[in-house]
């Protein structure tokens, strides 16, 4: 679980949940996909979405990409240029750090976090 700032609905916190399993190398909402390039990793859960998903980022990059995905085999190619995460190593026209960034300068939330782990 994570603890940072609360976004407020309707005067409550909302509490957020996002699972880190079969990871695709494009955005969910594509038609077309690929096999996961990166393993399960597992549960998180805030108060706070933007550190939810910037604890998630973090946890992903931090992971080892599987042999034989399009990840794997982007590292794989003698062209590789690590271009210093997983998302644009995967699809180089991925900006998600842009989002995250504007979410917290329109007050959604604090890409601060402490991760707690649970077993």
Known sequence: MLRSSAL???GRPG?????????????DC??????????????LASFDPVALDQACVDLCSKAEPIRNS???DNIASPHFHDHGNHW????????????????????????EYELITMK
């Open 8 to 10: 407020r609905f309707c």
């Open 15 to 27: 509490f957020h949940i996002s699972l880190i399993t079969d990871v695709s190398p494009n955005c």
């Open 30 to 43: 594509h038609g077309e996909n690929d096999a996961p390039i990166l393993p399960d990793i597992g549960m």
């Open 70 to 72: 399009q990840l794997g």
């Open 88 to 111: 644009h190593n995967s699809n180089p026209n991925i900006s998600w750090s842009e989002t995250l960034e504007h979410a917290e300068k329109i007050g959604i939330g604090s890409r």
